[in-house]
Antibody
Framework: EVQLVQSGAEMKKPGESLKISCKGS????????IGWVRQMPGKGLEWMGI????????RYSPSFQGQVTISADKSISTAYLQWSSLKASDTAMFYC??????????WGQGTLVTVSS | SYELTQPPSVSVSPGQAARITCSGD??????AHWYQQKPGQAPVLVIY???ERPSGIPERFSGSTSGTTVTLTISGVQAEDEADYYC??????????FGGGTKLTVL
């Protein structure tokens, strides 16, 4: 059974750094892209970017380029999304999802990030 | 930037057909996919490559395409189908994009 298990909810202050994770199991982690999707409170889905764990090829949405870093450690089948300096506007639910072709087939349960002073 | 346009809301009575559209200039060249999201849950893929249905998705979900518009049709809508639905595709540069989402209300 394919599973993507994300790290738990985070409460941070503006300016702090953060790295959230997404661990894949039940499939060949290195052979499928993994992407990240943002959902701000009460809003729609936004594609942030994707990474191919096999060679760490990474692509970002222009809206998120430079704002976040996507990475992966294939040795532990885990993808990451990180911020160097959080803002209140980063408050959102973040989903990871495994990509087959150009769509997301399996999704993680989501990680809620709250940024507040 | 590339955009996919969906109606904000669609309402339908139980047993009727619900049709949710998604428009985008690149859709004749790029396949579209649909996700269902219920409150407090992660999205679920219900249609991929315009009209393919993943295993486990009921047959009442179908997809079609015509020019710059793709359509998700739910035949014989049930109360459990009430959810937000998002289309997703990619532009010519490989950037993926979601539509704004459509809230399906079952009256």
């Amino acid at each position: 059974e394919v599973q993507l298990v994300q790290s738990g909810a985070e409460m941070k202050k503006p300016g702090e750094s953060l790295k959230i994770s997404c661990k894949g199991s039940g499939y060949s982690f290195t052979n499928y892209w993994i992407g990240w999707v943002r959902q701000m409170p009460g809003k729609g889905l936004e594609w942030m970017g994707i990474i191919y764990p096999g060679d760490s090829d990474t692509r970002y949405s222009p809206s998120f380029q430079g704002q976040v870093t996507i990475s992966a450690d294939k040795s532990i089948s885990t993808a990451y999304l990180q911020w160097s300096s959080l803002k209140a506007s980063d408050t959102a639910m973040f989903y990871c999802a495994s990509a087959y072709s150009n769509y997301f087939h399996y999704w993680g349960q989501g990680t809620l990030v709250t940024v507040s002073s | 930037s590339y955009e996919l346009t969906q109606p904000p809301s669609v309402s339908v009575s139980p047993g009727q057909a619900a049709r949710i559209t998604c428009s985008g200039d690149a859709l004749p060249k790029q396949s579209a996919h649909w996700y269902q999201q219920k409150p407090g849950q992660a999205p679920v893929l219900v249609i991929y490559k315009d009209s393919e249905r993943p295993s486990g998705i009921p047959e009442r979900f179908s997809g079609s395409t015509s020019g710059t518009t793709v359509t998700l049709t739910i035949s014989g809508v049930q109360a459990e189908d009430e959810a937000d639905y998002y289309c997703q595709s990619a532009d010519s540069s490989g950037t993926w994009v979601f539509g704004g989402g459509t809230k399906l209300t079952v009256l």
